[in-house]
């Protein structure tokens, strides 16, 4: 008696915390998982199209759903400093130093957030550039602060003026009922490295599920050559631009001599 | 000047041809970056200066880190005076003697100020250095090029002889010791402030991505009492020698030479050079002097209004290890 009401516990605790059976599927896709930069590279534009499978079909009339695709860059560390006029002129007085933020960071929706769900699910679920973490260094704590610190509003508005923060409240387009697309910019000043792209299928306010993917945004050939070199071997870098430029100029001088 | 934040490039909607910059890490219109490499190797070849005090404001205009443009305009510089240098070494115009006492206060110089820029770039305050050391440095030597020269156009309009060496007259210096005596230049003087002034234009180069000819030549001219075309001439290789040092320990210590922003700009300023050159030899000394210290002194004021006009955005943002 006692085990058979354990396994019924068991049973329904089990039913309880698993999802549904009849829960949705997202399948997306990106246009691309490799964007490469060579010498002509100006920016570019990945499409995500995304599939809400059902299991049963009858699900759709209850329900309106919502897609938000979050896209965040390489991490990368970034002093903001605020400008102060001393003596009339303007110069560097504070600043805030941003530990491990995304260095890209684009949001787009179907809706505008507020209209999917409320705050609290909002910042939880990290749905916006107000609710994505941007940790700073504020004396020997690591921590993010309110979206209002107006060190966090001066960054996020240099990034956004950078094209590497950017919110689309419409930037999500649903071709039907359970078929959407998005698109990525990608900027020519994009930072190299990998971008997770986080999508959020959201009914009533509620999360129904989530689907990760990701691009990696990597120099190609001889771009890659020169970053490297100019990392991996700085004397010997150096000393090529180096004769470089005194090749140059001999050249010039063969070519243009005149006497 | 001011702003060490990444501004938006001449952006791909604009640019019918871009190349991408691997270190910058952004790219740019291949026809602007060439287009300034001749503009300003025109003028260079003009009045016979680097014009590293136009190239590296000019690039961060375009959006250019200020850190990738002070560091690549070097290479620019010893490209434009590598034929300089030879076209004056054919008519023997280079003071070796001279340009060697030069230099060895030129490398320590442009080794201080490459150690400087990477401490300035780590505080924050290499943006504000850079501009606070053109204020100062262009307008006084703008305004004293200016006063030269529209001393000597008043002259020559008077029908008196150009004075360009006054031969008898002693400065503090004169009285030095370690004194050498440069034959092709005809000077006697101690190798101290020959030194010094070495130094000055080395850490100067360096620092603030000049290539120091437009300090040098009048330096030169007006202090040591070098005749015009060996000071310039000389001014040449020295500008020569401590741009190749700078690349080099840009390289090394800063990682943040772009050679792709280098060489475009070496190939549209050799181009340049050559008709700045012939525009220059065409014209009178004294108004090409008086020209050059109109652009001096304009370069000068254009920093300085930039420095006490309220930014359009008082915040700025820069990648603490972006050339990782």
């Known amino acids: ?259 | 000047m001011r702003r060490l934040e990444r501004r938006r490039p001449f952006g791909p909607e604009r640019a019918h041809v871009s190349i991408y910059l691997p270190i910058a890490e952004l790219p740019v219109n291949l026809f602007v970056i060439l287009g300034l490499g001749i503009a300003v190797g025109f003028i260079s070849g003009m009045f016979g200066v680097g014009g590293g005090f136009l190239m590296t404001p000019l690039l961060i205009l375009t959006g250019v880190p200020p850190a990738v443009a002070v560091a690549s305009v070097p290479s620019n510089m010893a490209a434009n005076s590598m034929s300089g240098t030879i076209s004056y070494w054919r008519k023997r115009l280079v003071d070796i003697a001279l340009g060697l006492v030069l230099l060895s206060g030129g490398v320590v110089g442009t080794a201080a100020g490459v150690w400087v820029f990477g401490v300035l770039r780590r505080a924050g305050q290499l943006d504000l250095a850079v501009s606070l050391s053109y204020v100062v440095l262009l307008g006084i030597v703008g305004s004293l090029m200016l006063t030269e020269s529209v001393r000597a156009i008043l002259r020559a309009q008077r029908g008196e002889p150009p004075v360009v060496r006054r031969p008898g007259t002693h400065a503090w210096f004169h009285g030095l010791p370690l004194k050498l005596r440069f034959r092709q230049s005809r000077i006697y003087v101690s190798a101290m402030p020959v030194t010094a002034i070495g130094f000055a234009v080395g850490f100067l180069g360096a620092l603030i991505g000049v290539g120091g000819g437009f300090m040098l030549i009048p330096a030169l001219i007006y202090l040591m009492r070098v005749p015009t075309t060996v000071a310039i001439g000389t001014s040449l290789l020295l500008v020569l020698v401590t741009n190749l040092i700078a690349t080099v320990l840009h390289a090394v210590e800063n990682r943040t030479v772009d050679a792709v922003l280098a060489f475009t700009l070496m190939i549209g300023g050799v181009v340049g050079a050559q008709f700045g050159a012939r525009a220059g030899q065409a014209m009178r000394a004294e108004q090409l002097r008086l020209l050059l210290a109109l652009l001096v002194l304009a370069v000068g004021v254009r920093v300085g209004v930039d420095l006490i006009t309220r930014p359009a955005d008082p915040f700025s943002v820069v990648a603490t290890e972006t050339f990782q």
């Open chain 1, 1 to 259: 008696m006692i085990r058979r009401g354990l396994l019924f516990v068991i049973i329904v605790a089990a039913l309880a915390l698993a999802p549904p059976a009849t829960a949705e599927r997202l399948i997306v896709s990106l246009s691309t998982h490799r964007v490469l930069i060579n010498s002509n590279f100006t920016g570019t534009e990945l499409v995500l199209f995304g599939a809400i499978e059902l299991a049963d079909p009858d699900i759709l009339d209850r329900r309106g759903y919502d897609v938000v695709v979050t896209v965040r860059g390489p991490q990368r560390n970034f002093i903001t400093r605020r400008k102060a006029q001393v003596l009339g002129i303007w110069i560097n007085a504070e600043s805030r130093e941003f530990v491990e933020v995304p260095a890209y960071l684009a949001v787009s929706s179907n809706r505008p957030f507020a209209e999917i769900a409320e705050t609290e699910f909002l910042r939880r679920s990290r749905i916006g550039i107000d609710y994505n973490i941007l940790t700073q260094r504020i004396g020997t704590d690591i921590a993010d602060v309110v979206p209002q610190d107006p060190f966090r509003v001066g960054f996020v508005r240099v990034m956004r003026a950078e094209g590497m923060f950017s919110e689309t409240p419409n930037g999500v387009t649903f071709l039907s009922s359970t078929h959407f697309r998005t698109t990525v910019p990608i900027p020519g000043s994009a930072p190299t490295g990998t971008y997770e792209v986080e999508t959020l299928l959201i009914a009533n306010g509620a999360l129904v599920t989530r689907e990760t993917t990701a691009v990696e945004v990597v120099k190609q050939g001889f771009e890659a050559l020169v970053a490297q070199a100019a990392r991996d071997q700085r004397l010997a870098y150096g000393l090529l631009t180096a004769l470089l430029a005194l090749l140059t100029g001999l050249f010039a001088s063969l070519v243009f001599r005149r006497d």
